[in-house]
């Protein structure tokens, strides 16, 4: 919906740079998540099917280790 990230695909560490618009789908059983990389919020949608697929955050401590 609005600003740019990262989005992370599995455990390896594959990216995808994602901005306003764009679609993202995440296999089954895959760990994602996503990172705000612009100076603006990164506001976007997240559906998760079925419901009670999970869901975890990470703290932030965590994220940025995974992420540098």
Do not use: R
């Amino acid at each position: 919906m609005a600003g740019k990230g990262e989005y992370y695909l599995d455990q390896e560490g594959t990216t995808n740079l994602i901005c306003a618009g764009d679609v993202v789908i995440a296999p089954v059983e895959c760990v994602h998540g996503v990172f705000n990389t612009g100076d603006e919020p990164l506001i976007f949608i997240s559906v998760v099917s079925p419901a009670d697929a999970g869901y975890q955050l990470v703290l932030s401590e965590n994220s940025f280790a995974l992420h540098s």
